[in-house]
T-cell receptor
């Protein structure tokens, strides 16, 4: 597709369950970001992948959060044992190597009940 | 050193007025300064960006002013329109090293008709 695609667009899960959020970046983009945005709030950085370099995981809030990027393309953000405070919109973005214009997906709205 | 501070948190402007949003950064290695616009329910989208070799960049009604010595940059929206009502984020990165974008906290702009 032409843009960054995220799935699902909405996810409701019970507290304590694990969830997986998927991001398909723009083809050829080597950089991929995950951000979290709570209602009316700013963009909280979670993790950054750049090519074959080790990912920058400095924004992951706890060890319940993990992400991987397979084959330099699709990325999955996994949240284990979800808590109510994990409820937010999770945004994925990608960019070309040296050009840091980041293109964002529409986000996945996660609700933990 | 990675922080980008943005103000004001919210801004209300009358139609036809000038909207001004300010950002300040600490890391002198930053060399790419974009502004993103986000409408409700959508991911942020690149609006305009500047690099430190120029002090001003204008695209239509949108202008970035950059003050390298003060480590500040600002977004000016001339002739503000109700359709400009959105959340605006400034960001910064070290483009030459492919580092991740660091975002400001966001400004919610409301343009009254």
């Amino acid at each position: 597709g032409a843009g960054v695609s995220q799935s699902p667009s909405n996810k409701v899960t019970e507290k304590g369950k694990d969830v997986e959020l998927r991001c398909d970046p723009i083809s050829g983009h080597t950089a991929l970001y995950w951000y979290r945005q709570s209602l009316g709030q700013g963009l909280e950085f979670l993790i950054y992948f750049q090519g074959n370099s080790a990912p920058d995981k400095s924004g992951l809030p706890s060890d319940r959060f993990s992400a991987e990027r397979t084959g330099g393309s699709v990325s999955t953000l996994t949240i284990q044992r979800t808590q109510q405070e994990d409820s937010a919109v999770y945004l994925c973005a990608s960019s070309r190597g040296r050009s840091t214009e980041a293109f964002f997906g529409q986000g996945t709205r996660l609700t933990v009940v | 050193q990675q922080q980008v501070k943005q103000s004001p948190q919210s801004l209300i402007v009358q139609k036809g007025g000038i909207s001004i949003i300010n950002c300040a950064y600490e890391n002198t290695a930053f060399d790419y300064f974009p502004w993103y616009q986000q409408f409700p329910g959508k991911g942020p989208a690149l609006l305009i960006a500047i690099r430190p070799d120029v002090s001003e960049k204008k695209e239509g009604r949108f202008t970035i002013s950059f003050n390298k010595s003060a480590k500040q940059f600002s977004l000016h929206i001339m002739d503000s329109q109700p359709g400009d009502s959105a959340t605006y984020f400034c960001a910064a990165s070290r483009e030459t090293s492919g580092s991740r974008l660091t975002f400001g906290e966001g400004t919610q702009l409301t343009v009254n008709p």
